[in-house]
């Protein structure tokens, strides 16, 4: 058993202001000193009178001081007996002006900060945290008025800087994360990329081990290291030679769940294409398992949206315990295109899977001379909780579902099963549509609207049946299904109620083209 892991980038703000002092007042000017009174005439002939002192002048008006103060006139002199007229009082000097004090020269405003580009996220580095983005800086405030020498203008707000990603040392920031991808992968990425959208790297593999960094000493059944979860693959052909391993030392949790997906903004779906791998004799199990396409050997990790081809053994093996596989295509693997399986060797494993809108076609296993290529299975092991819904099976060598000696009850809903062994169908092939048991192991599947027909196989096998127990002693009754044209007969030993009447022009063809809703289900039957 397997497991990957993964995460997210932090970005921090910072903002400056910038502040002038505000200038003060000027100096009030102070008064003019008054006039002296003219020193009185000595007494000679009549003097005449002492010439008034005259008005000081005026003190001029500082710019903020006040008016300096006149001065007052010089007393006139008394008469000297026949004396010379006595000098007339000097005028006062006026009061000078004080100096006025001069207006602070106001501090300019600061120009506004400009707001902060927001972080990018960076791509995270291993053992770092993805690095939030940074919120916006905030605009640099007005410079407060200037003191007497003039304020200075107030700095310009710096502006928000994004959260660098974190690599354990502090990465770069990468792009802003708006798809949810934490690491993207490419046809012509490369490994020494950082795993950003704009540099992505090559393999699937690489780009989990960046996600789910190894840790050294990691025993089964610990958390994925990191904080990342989901690795996103463009478009294209992904040639490669090795299998995808998500492994059981690296697990997902209910609240991370650990997810490889087709870019969300592609219009296609990215294809996995493992024909590189060595081909085995029928059996073979290597010491490197490199049999498989995808093998999900650990908890709470999805596959969603992805086409895998030409897989060696099953195109996904599904071992650990709430895993997912949504909205892929499997076909052309030399074993079951999706298998459930409980041999991962710890608790849990096999248990609680989830099928979800999958297309399984054309899985032939011609060195087993057609005996164990199914659409879908979970064939014997043991398991609470799996679940196929919304799936379609077509042209498998073998069965379209096969639960053949599964303990547990296993649900299967809402899914199709339709013209097996229409290409390959060799000595050991079934072709049944529905192959609900098997080796007399008692367990009471729950099925409802499902349909099986033109399984007839390559030259038609007399077991081709729509539905049968396959030796199961439960009892089980399928709700809303429907079962025409198979060979062997359509329910062998499976109760039915409610069933739906063959479609009136209904058509292997038509079902295999038919178009998905918009949320992944299949169209009603009816309307084919």
């Not at 005259?54 to 008469?79: L, N, P, W, Y």
């Not at 900060?113 to 993805?130: F, I, K, Q, S, Y």
């Not at 990191?226 to 463009?234: A, E, F, P």
């Not at 396409?293 to 895998?308: P, S």
Request: proline share 3%; glycine share 22%; aromatic share 4%.
């Amino acid at each position: 058993m397997r497991n990957r892991g993964a995460l997210v980038a932090v970005l921090l703000p910072i903002i400056a202001a910038g502040a002038g002092c505000s200038g003060t007042s000027g100096t009030d000017g102070t008064s003019g000193a008054a006039g002296t009174s003219g020193a009185a005439g000595t007494k000679g002939g009549a003097g005449t009178t002492g010439a008034a002192g005259t008005t000081g002048a005026a003190g001029t008006t500082g710019s903020s001081g006040t008016t300096g103060t006149a001065g007052t006139t010089g007393a006139g002199g008394t008469t000297g007996a026949g004396g010379t007229t006595g000098a007339g009082g000097t005028t006062g000097a006026a009061g000078t002006t004080g100096a006025a004090g001069t207006t602070g020269a106001a501090g300019t405003t600061g120009a506004g900060g400009t707001t902060g580009a927001a972080g990018t996220t960076g791509a995270a580095g291993r053992g770092g945290t993805t690095g939030t983005g940074g919120t916006a800086g905030s605009a640099g405030r007005g410079g407060a008025g200037g003191t007497a020498a003039g304020g200075t203008g107030g700095s310009t707000g710096g502006a928000g800087r994004g959260g660098a990603g974190g690599t354990a040392a502090g990465g770069t920031g990468g792009s802003t994360n708006t798809s949810g991808c934490d690491i993207w992968v490419a046809p012509n990425g490369n490994d020494s990329n950082a795993g950003t959208q704009a540099a992505p790297v090559l393999t699937p593999q690489h780009a989990y081990d960046l996600v789910c960094p190894p840790t050294t000493g990691a025993a089964n059944g610990d958390v994925c290291a990191g904080t990342l979860s989901t690795m996103c693959l463009k478009a294209g052909t992904y040639m490669l030679s090795t299998r995808i391993e998500f492994k059981k030392t690296r697990m997902g949790t209910s609240s991370r769940i650990i997810t490889m997906m087709a870019d969300p903004a592609a219009t296609t779906r990215p294809i996995l294409d493992f024909s590189g791998q060595p081909r085995l004799a029928c059996g073979a199990n290597p010491s490197d398992k490199n049999i498989y396409g995808i093998d999900i050997g650990a908890d709470y990790y999805k596959v969603k949206g992805l086409e895998i081809q030409a897989s060696n053994d099953s195109g996904i093996l599904v071992q650990g315990a709430h895993d997912t596989v949504e909205l892929c295509v499997v076909h052309d693997a030399e074993d079951t295109g999706v298998l459930i399986d409980s041999n991962s060797g710890y608790t849990g494993s096999g248990t609680y899977a989830t099928i979800l809108n999958v297309d399984s076609y054309h899985n032939h296993d011609e060195r087993c001379n057609g005996a164990n290529a199914d659409g879908f299975g979970a064939k014997k092991g043991s398991g609470v909780g799996n679940v196929f819904d919304g799936c379609r099976a077509w042209d498998n060598a073998d069965d379209g579902y096969d639960l053949y000696a599964w303990t547990d009850p296993v649900t299967i809903r809402n899914s199709w099963a339709f013209n097996q062994g229409a290409t390959t169908s060799l000595s050991m092939s079934n072709g049944n549509g529905f192959k609900l048991g098997g080796n007399s192991v008692s367990a009471k599947h729950v099925i409802s609207n499902m349909f099986g027909f033109d399984n007839n196989g390559n030259g038609g096998h007399k077991s081709d049946w729509g539905f049968t127990n396959n030796s199961n002693p439960a009892s089980m009754t399928c709700t809303g299904c429907g079962a025409w044209n198979n060979m062997g007969g359509n329910f062998q030993n499976i109760g039915h109620t409610g069933d739906v009447a063959m479609p009136s022009g209904i058509t292997s063809a038509k079902a295999a083209a038919a178009k998905r809703n918009a949320d992944g289900s299949l169209p009603a039957i009816t309307t084919l």
